[in-house]
């Protein structure tokens, strides 16, 4: 078999009654690739975090140097969009009226 006898542990599956033909599994490959994609994990973690942080620091410094805050002009923008909104149904009410009347 490959991997000689100091290879770590076989499992064997005794379910065939040739032994040799026997699936055989190394579990020591199996346990080293389990904790190597489990610290891959732990790594893509750590660097999720440092990069999020780094954006976040970014994104703070940025709104601290704008003339308006982000707030206020969220503010001025919503009040503008609900007076046009406003302005836009009145005048499809009004328009409907107006092309109600029959035409000669």
């Known amino acids: ?14 379910n065939s009654r040739d032994p040799e033909r026997a699936f055989r599994l190394n ?28 954006m976040a620091a970014a994104v703070r410094d940025w709104a601290n140097r704008q003339e308006v805050p982000p707030t206020e002009l969220a503010r001025h923008h919503w009040a503008r969009a609900k007076a046009a909104t406003v302005a836009g149904a009145a005048t499809w009410r009004n328009g409907t009226q107006e092309h109600a009347t029959p035409h000669s």
């Open 1 to 14: 078999m490959p991997g000689g006898s100091g290879s770590g542990h076989c499992a064997g599956m005794t």
């Open 27 to 54: 579990t020591r490959p199996l346990i080293v690739g389990g904790v190597l994609m489990g610290l891959g994990g732990v790594l893509g973690l750590a660097g999720i975090v440092v990069s999020g942080s780094a």
